[in-house]
């Protein structure tokens, strides 16, 4: 069993950057892919980025390449979400997930994953 605590969302100007956390109980943390996904209000559940188990791959959604950085610290059981850049349509619950039978280094699909957090909103205004 696996436990994801979200951290870090809050309200932010457009152009400015956050940085969002995970962190994970279970001694398995570090052979499992994460991932971090988001839902809007009134639309579904979308892939951010993930990262795999040892940190050395990482895949990003068309729409945050280049502004959005995903990494890991096994020795802390955490993953981090940093944004730069912030648009208002990035406003949404940000959600970690975690991949205990990982099929794929980076997986991008939201049925990979079987562990969540109670996710951590992050609204940017313009």
């Known amino acids: 069993q696996v436990q994801l605590v979200e951290s870090g969302g809050e309200s932010v100007q457009a152009g400015g950057s956050l940085s969002l956390s995970c962190a994970a109980s279970g001694r398995t943390f570090s052979s499992y892919p994460m991932g971090w996904f988001r839902q809007a209000p009134g639309k579904g559940r979308d892939f951010v980025a993930a990262i795999s188990w040892s940190g050395g791959y990482a895949a990003y959604a068309d729409s945050v390449k280049g502004r959005f950085t995903i990494s890991r610290d096994n020795a802390t059981n955490t993953v981090f979400l940093q944004m730069s850049r912030l648009k208002p349509e990035v406003t949404a619950v940000y959600y970690c997930?975690?991949?205990?039978?990982?099929?794929?280094?980076?997986?991008?699909?939201?049925?990979?994953?079987?562990?969540w957090g109670q996710g951590t909103q992050v609204t940017v205004s313009s």
């Open positions: 997930a975690a991949d205990p039978r990982p099929v794929t280094t980076t997986p991008r699909t939201r049925d990979a994953y079987t562990y």
